[in-house]
């Protein structure tokens, strides 16, 4: 049995809400999502910040690779060529990279070179000016420059040897 007391209440509480309509929150439909904020604008990178494992040391020069005599690598001491301040990191392995200048001047008296002292080659073959000699891989590569194309031009030149001693009656 409902008591009248709590009857008026209930019909109370239900005119207040026809009164002020459906909230949002018992809607059909979903209520739009909020649109994210933007990402905050990336900062250009500093030199070698574009790949976080890439450091550029200027100036810099290698003082000592530690460790080979054991057999192993362990760090390299770094020295400021201008400071002369010495550092030791802590690496595992030390690649060495020796400019780009081919090693071509004996060469230079028989063979035709670019202005970059790279050999020059007929295009498409290894042909030098000189029959039955033939230049491969880097030292007449200065586009490319991979081990990849070094050994197809390698092999090239293989080819081209043997058919260039069948052509004199000599294989
Ligand atoms: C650090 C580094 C990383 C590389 N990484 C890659 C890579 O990931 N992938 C890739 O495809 N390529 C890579 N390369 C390039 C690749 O090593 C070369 O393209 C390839 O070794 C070229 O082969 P090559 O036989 O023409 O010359 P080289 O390998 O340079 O061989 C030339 C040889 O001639 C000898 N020589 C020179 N002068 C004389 C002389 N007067 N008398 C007798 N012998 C002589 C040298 O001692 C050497 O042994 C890399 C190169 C470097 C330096």
């Given at each position: 049995m409902v008591r009248r007391g709590s009857l008026g209440l209930a019909l109370a509480v239900a005119m207040a809400f026809f009164a002020t309509g459906c909230p949002r929150s018992c809607s059909a439909e979903p209520p739009p999502p909020t649109p994210a904020p933007p990402p905050p604008p990336t900062p250009p990178p500093g030199p070698g910040?574009?790949?976080p494992k890439i450091e550029i040391l200027y100036n810099t020069e290698i003082d000592e690779i530690l460790d080979v005599s054991k057999g192993e690598v362990t760090g390299i001491r770094l020295k400021n060529s201008k400071t002369g301040d010495t550092t030791v990191v802590d690496?595992?392995?030390?690649f060495i990279a020796i400019g780009h200048t081919?090693?071509?001047d004996l060469f230079r008296d028989w063979l035709e070179l670019h202005d970059n002292g790279y050999l020059k080659?007929?295009?498409?073959?290894t042909q030098t000016k000189i029959p039955g000699v033939f230049a491969a891989g880097?030292?007449?590569d200065f586009v490319y420059r991979q081990a990849?194309?070094?050994a197809g031009t390698g092999c090239?030149?293989?080819l081209e040897a043997e058919r260039w001693l069948a052509a004199q009656g000599e294989h």
């Open positions: 910040k574009a790949f690496v595992t392995g030390v081919p090693n071509t080659t007929k295009p498409g073959t880097d030292v007449q990849v194309t070094a090239m030149a293989a």
